[in-house]
Every structure is written in C-alpha cells, then in structure tokens.
C-alpha cells in the first residue's frame, strides 16, 4: 500500500511535468512558427508608369532581404523574382498598359532560404505607352560568338563547322545587322579545306555570306601580326592590325568604313590566347553620320586573378575608345565579355563599361532579373534567354520576361535603342529549331545616331 501510494504521487507529479512541458513546448512552437510565416504586411502601390511599378510594405522583425514575385497570371504562373534589401521595390521593364499581380516574402540575407509566406497579392496596371515617333535612318549592330571550328567538343547537340556554318550564316541573314561583332571567328586554318595556303574560319564566314547574296566585308582581312600574316610560323612580328577570332564585318551596303585597326588587351601569362579590341569607323549611308563600333572578346578564365585581368582588359579597352574616337563620334562596344551578372564578387567589366559613361540597353544589373531604371530599350524580344546556351535543345531562358544572363553585351553611347533582340529560333515548348548555329545567342540592338 505505501508503495503503491508512492508510485501514484510520483506519476502524478510525471504526468503534471508532461503537461507543463507539452503547454511550454506548444506556445514557443507556436511563437517560432508565426515569426518564421507572417507574411510581410501592408504591400501596396506607391507609383507606376508605363513600363514601371513602384510598391513598398511593412518590414518582418529579422529580415533583412526581401523577394518579390510579380507575373501577369493571377495565380503566379509564369512569374518573375527580385530580390531587395529596403521595404520598398521599383519593377521595371514592364509592358505598358499591363495588369501585374505582385506579392512579397522574407528571405535569408543570402536569399537560400524563405523565412516567411508570401503576402496577400496586390494588382497593378502600367500606363499606356507614350507614342513614340518612329526610328528614322535605324542602324542595327549586332554581336555574335561563333565558336572557334578547331574548338569542336562533340557535346550532346554540338555539329562541326563544316556542319553548322549554314545554320550561322543563316542567322546572320535573318537579322542583316549593319555591323557585327563576332568572337572565336579563329585565324586558324579549316581542316577540311585544302586549298594552297589554307582558308580561316574568319574567311569562310565571310565567303559564305557573300555567296548567300549577301554583300558582308571584313574591317581586316589579316590573320596574322607576322610579316607574312598568312601563317605564325617562323612568326617575324609585325603589326597588321589582325586581331585573331575577334573581327567585325559589315554591310557594304548600308555602310561605309573609314578607318580601322586593333589594340592587344593585358593578359596574365603568354600561354593564354592574346586578346584584342578590334575597332571601326563607320559612316552610316543613309544619313552620312560617323559612327564607332568596338568588338572583344575577354579571358574566360575564373579565380581572383582572371577576374583582375578583365577588369584591366576592360579599362584598355575604354582607353584605346577615348585614343582612337578623337571626333566624339557615337561608340557601340559589341563582344563577349566573359563575365555576368551572377559572377562574384561583382560583374567587373559591366561595372568598368558603365562607369566610364557606357549604357546597358537592357539595364541587366547585378544580381537583378529586371531590367534597371537606366535601360534605354524601348522594345526587347528574346532578352529573358540566356546570350550561352552551351548547344542545349532547350534554350536557356531564366524567367518568361525581364532579362536572362548575359555574358555578351553591346554598349553604347547616349543614343535612343528602338529595340533589342537575342536572336534565337525556338518553337512553342522553347526547343531550338533545326541546327544550333553556336554555343552563344547573336544579341542584336536598333538604334538611332544622335
């Protein structure tokens, strides 16, 4: 009996202990759980244009980085993402007279993690756009990287040259840019062309569009900086303004050349494959307006020391612009760059370009999908694709608007941009059409000369 009265206080006391414990552990559960989902509160309008909405709401106790979601579906398919430090967003490159449905989360600083739901939805429509008068003379620049021939790697949906040339010049002449900038366009000789003295990638790109009807010169014709410039062997230097794969060409047609040449960019040891800025003056036909087009192509490398090397190719490339442009003539500055928005610890080269006055047409800013308040693209097709595609079926493409990652760029001067194109050929699922011309997009920008 004294045992068993023993035994009953003890559980007694155990059960007691329990249901302290289960009521402790159930309100801190409770508190945690509520702090780590109370959406954001108070998301409202605060302005909107046409291409732009402006929101702001009330901050989460312990975040310090907020996503915002927004997509013309209601229920958020086909969304779009950014991310902000403030309690307050500015969305741009919107369509104009759109409704927009947005809402807001809590995130880790690193934005990994989603430290709260999203909130209530709000709607917003942009204003009808301004008329605009119609781009009189335009001129079309384009850049392209057409991967080097002798640089084949047999990946899944990767042809030859020989086999996917037709497919390049083809996209060439779907778009008819006045000036192109191409990258990897190699010096090197074919190895499935035996005429004497060998032809180069660069030239039969060129030939190939004359034979399609097209009437393309090359700014340079040399492949060498050697005495005999046809081949490096026994190499004499001598600088003939080649500039290897990086070339630009032109449409005798539309406009003329008056001046040309080609700077070598720093590098980090010699065995890299030199890099230049090949440069072109131009006057467009139609209006008899000068114009300068700057092309390149930067080291790829990664690590510390490669991003210092672009960041130093970049600023030689500026210098020899300011060198050269002695007319202040309008400058489009085409190429790969090697580097993108999501490159850490920062984009150098776009940093390097914009500082020194040169504008972004799509405004794709660090670490953004949506295109700043400094884009100067009055119409985008195909910005949301990625500029690699690394010869994936399905086109690289981030989100369904805003911008996708770019390493290609063109850059310009102060000039009005009637529009921008990443030139792909994609059907309804988003699956290249037929041959993948290269492992990079043509960009392509429409502007007007001041």
Known sequence: MQTNKHGARFGGRIIAAFIIAAMLLLITGTSHANAATTAPSGLKLSSKTSTSISISWNSVSGASRYRVQYSTKPDFSESAYNRFTAVSADIHGLASNTTYYLRVRAISADGSTNLTDYSAAISAKTDAAAALAPVSNPLSVASYNVKCANCFAGA????????????????????????????????????????????????????????????????????NNCVKDTTPTNCVYADQGASQGTKLLFNSATVDLVSQGSVALPSINQTDNARYLAWGIFTQKSTNKKFFVGDAHLDPGGGTDYQNVRTAQTQAITAEINKRNTENLPVLVTGDFNSHKWTAPTNAPYDV????GYIDPLGNTYASDVPSGAATAEKTVGANYD?????????????????GTYLDYIFTSKM???EWRTVVN?????????????????????????
């Open 156 to 223: 899944a949906n990767e042809l030859p040259w020989a086999d996917r040339r037709a497919a390049v010049v083809s996209t060439i002449q779907s778009q008819m840019p006045d000036v192109i900038g191409v990258q990897e366009a190699s010096q090197g000789w074919l190895k499935d062309d035996a005429r004497p003295g060998g032809v180069s990638q660069f030239e039969d790109l060129q030939e190939r569009l004359q034979a399609a009807g097209t009437v393309y010169k090359l700014t340079n014709t040399k492949r």
């Open 353 to 356: 370009m914009t500082a020194a």
């Open 387 to 403: 500029s690699y595609n690394a010869f994936k079926r399905q086109v690289n493409a981030r989100n369904a608007d805003g911008n």
């Open 416 to 418: 009005r941009v009637a």
């Open 426 to 450: 994609a059907d309804s699922n988003g699956n290249f059409v037929g041959t993948i011309p290269s492992d990079h997009n043509m960009i392509r920008a429409t502007v007007q000369l001041p």
